[in-house]
């Protein structure tokens, strides 16, 4: 039985085949995606947290077969639904003054990063970058945003806390790409955190709205080709001029040229539908922004109809696990909804209500 209706995992037809051999599982009117990315990322999140900086040896060692992972108890999740959460709680008191700009969002958002930075609750392994951006922003509040970016890191940190803005409704495309670079560049300046922040929010978009799985990917390449160039300096204003690029289109080409790599390698990953291998071993262990979203994307689109087969997956791979399966279940929690997740699981995750009270906000 699971969350909200009998869904449940999807059973185990199709079990190991690709994205384009499966059937893609229909949804039932409703289906409450915001609410289901949101769990999603966070059981995601706990899945992967304690096979962190292992590799999958151990990980078997220690949770047995990985199509039988158990959420731990108590179902803790990492800094990634933490900050999910302060970017959450950002957007949605930005848009509710108002139409989102870069002003209205850089705000509320900064200050949930700074109250992040200070919680006694922020003791989950965070990243250096986070950490250091975050002092700064907290130290210097008088002082522009741009000066505590980090300009050298295209870390995961930045997309694995995205899907908020892939959730929110009404939004225009201009603003949710500039707004999803925005808070990627409070703590992450480097073109292809950015750019793979922007691509993990239109993915959790395109899936919310029903595109089907099989053709995600091409809908991905068209929208980084259509972007390669585009820089929003409404929202990053003079960011690209701490770089050493000549200009601001070749400053975010670079980060948007990284991410066309990575999906090209994610095409040949689906197409060899390899479930039983590692995925890291294909798009990367997840350390970095583009490979994170690949990776975690190549776990979803291994298995669409299997969505807690796909995040355990996830959690059991060689790289940054949590942060890959986060993104995994934020993929698949989008893409069925709030029915995709069993109820004893989601009924005990760290955060479930704030996590609910945002997905009923976004799923109206």
Known sequence: MNAYDSNAEGGSAGRGRTGAE???????????????????LALGDALGFPTEFNDVPAILAKCGPWREMELITPAIVSD???????LGRGL?????????????LARPVREEFVGWYHSPENNRAPGRTCLVACEQLSHHPDR?????????????????????????????????????????ALTHGHPTALAASDLTAHAVHLLAQGAEPTGLVGLLRSYALDNRT???????????????????EQFIARGWDECLGILERLQDAVREGGVETDPC????????????????LLCFLLLPAEPVTAI???????????????LTGAFAGAHLGAGAWPAEWAERIEYRDELLELGHAWDG
């Open 22 to 40: 499966s059937v893609r599982a229909v949804p039932p009117p409703g289906k409450r995606p915001a609410t289901g990315a949101l769990l999603g």
């Open 80 to 86: 990634d639904t933490q900050m999910t959460l302060a």
């Open 92 to 104: 949605r008191t930005a848009m509710e003054r108002g139409s989102l700009g870069p002003l209205r």
């Open 144 to 184: 522009v945003w741009q000066d505590a970016s980090q300009l050298h890191s295209k870390g995961c940190g930045a997309n694995m806390r995205v899907a908020p803005l892939g959730l929110a409704p009404a939004l225009s495309e201009e603003q949710r790409a500039g707004a999803a670079q925005l808070q990627s």
């Open 230 to 248: 585009r820089y929003h300096e409404r929202w990053l204003g003079d960011l690209w001029t701490r770089g050493q690029d000549p200009s601001a």
């Open 281 to 296: 071993l294909a798009t990367g262990e997840g350390w970095i922004a583009e490979e994170a979203f690949a990776t975690g």
């Open 312 to 326: 355990r997956r996830a959690a059991c791979t060689s790289g940054d696990s949590d942060s890959i399966a986060c």
